[in-house]
C-alpha cells in the first residue's frame, strides 16, 4: 500500500477560483513533508516544506496545512491563474530511511479560462 | 542559481540496446538520484548515491545500473533495454541532512522500440 495518498486524483477549476488539494500519509516516524509542483514536461519545483510543529505555511498564492497528529496535509490555491496549470506531488520524509521519499502519486489540476 | 542538466530530453532506443543516461549538478551536493515516472504510478527510486562511488538500489532496480565517479556526475544504465523501460527519467540532488530538498532535472523521455 502507498504510504502518501493525494485526492483528488483529478480536477479542473475556472481560472480565478480556489481549490485545495489533499495528502495523507503513514510515514512514520515523520520529518517532513514538502509540496513540489510540475509542469507538463518539466522536472518537480518544491512550493513548501513542513514540518512537524508547522500548522500552515504559504508561498504566495499556494497555503500548505499539516495536521501531524491525524497525518494529513493540504495544499490551497488562491485565485488560480492559467500558469497553475500543472500536478502537485506530495512528498513525505521519514526521520530515518537514509534520504528516501514516499511520493504522492500527485493531484492534476487544470485551470480553464 | 541551482540546477541539474540531463544530457537527453528525448531519446529513443531499440530493444536490446545499452542506454547511458547522463546527469549533472553544480550545486555540490552529496546525494544523486534516479526516479523513473509512470502514469498512475507516480515516481518510483530507481538507484541513489550518496557520494562517490557509493551507491544503493531502490524500490525498482532492477534492469538497470549506476555509475558515481565524480561528485557532480550520475549516471543510469539500462544494460539491455526493453520496451517495459519506456519512460520519463528524472535525476535529482539534494544537500545531506533532514530538510534537504531533492532538486529535480527537466527530465529524459525515453522510448525503447
Known amino acids: 500500500k502507498n504510504q502518501v495518498e493525494q485526492s483528488p486524483q483529478s480536477l479542473i477549476i475556472l481560472e480565478g477560483k480556489n481549490c485545495t488539494l489533499q495528502c495523507n500519509y503513514t510515514v512514520s516516524p515523520f520529518s517532513n513533508l514538502r509540496w513540489y509542483k510540475q509542469d507538463t514536461g518539466r522536472g518537480p519545483v518544491s512550493l513548501t516544506i513542513m514540518t512537524f510543529s508547522e500548522n500552515t505555511k504559504s508561498n504566495g498564492r499556494y497555503t500548505a496545512t499539516l495536521d501531524a497528529d491525524t497525518k494529513q496535509s493540504s495544499l490551497h490555491i488562491t485565485a488560480s491563474q492559467l500558469s497553475d496549470s500543472a500536478s502537485y506531488i506530495c512528498v513525505v520524509r521519514a526521520i530515518y530511511g537514509n534520504n528516501r521519499l514516499a511520493f504522492g502519486k500527485g493531484n492534476q489540476v487544470v485551470v480553464i479560462p | 542559481d541551482v540546477k541539474v542538466t540531463q544530457s537527453s530530453r528525448y531519446l529513443v532506443k531499440r530493444t536490446g540496446e545499452k542506454v547511458f543516461l547522463e546527469c549533472v549538478q553544480d550545486?555540490?551536493?552529496?546525494?544523486m538520484f534516479w526516479y523513473r515516472q509512470d502514469p498512475g504510478l507516480g515516481l518510483r527510486l530507481i538507484y541513489f548515491s550518496y557520494d562517490v562511488k557509493m551507491k544503493e538500489k531502490g524500490d525498482i532496480p532492477e534492469g538497470y545500473s549506476v555509475s558515481r565517479e565524480k561528485k557532480e556526475r550520475f549516471s543510469l544504465i539500462l544494460e539491455s533495454a526493453s520496451t517495459n523501460q519506456t519512460s520519463m527519467y528524472l535525476c535529482a540532488s539534494s544537500l545531506s541532512g533532514q530538510v534537504g530538498e531533492q532538486y529535480f532535472g527537466p527530465g529524459t523521455r525515453l522510448t525503447v522500440t
Open positions: 550545486m555540490d551536493h552529496e546525494n
